[in-house]
Nanobody
Framework: QVQLQESGPGLVKPSQTLSLTCSVSGGSITANSYYWNWIRQPPGKGLEWMGAIAYTGNTYYSLIFKSRTSIARDTSKNQFTLQLSSVTPEDTAVYYC??????????????WGQGTQVTVSS
């Protein structure tokens, strides 16, 4: 059973960099066909895809966040990370790490972390 677990600070000050880690168990982040995503949900809004890192190590970013976002991985720890710079209160959200199985035509986002609340406030 694949499990994803987000970790990081729950409170970040404006203009600082938000850093989150997703620890993956039950499967390798280098396994073929899987992309590892960061998705967030601001209060009262829908889900927002931020970006992903593929099993190859290639990264992909939403145009909305591309200038402020960096996704990386540590294969020795089976973890991938998110950094979001120059945060504002509008970046307050629940952040999820999610696996995408590209072999699936539907329901490809098959495993989700429980989500971590990040609040941007001074």
């Amino acid at each position: 059973q694949v499990q994803l677990q987000e970790s990081g600070p729950g409170l970040v000050k404006p203009s600082q960099t938000l850093s989150l880690t997703c620890s993956v168990s039950g499967g390798s982040i280098t396994a073929n066909s899987y992309y590892w995503n960061w998705i967030r949900q601001p209060p009262g809004k829908g889900l927002e895809w931020m970006g992903a890192i593929a099993y190859t190590g290639n990264t992909y970013y939403s145009l909305i966040f591309k200038s402020r976002t960096s996704i990386a991985r540590d294969t020795s720890k089976n973890q991938f990370t998110l950094q979001l710079s120059s945060v504002t209160p509008e970046d307050t959200a629940v952040y999820y790490c999610v696996r995408w199985d590209t072999r699936r035509v539907v329901a490809g986002l098959d495993y989700w972390g429980q989500g971590t609340q990040v609040t941007v406030s001074s």
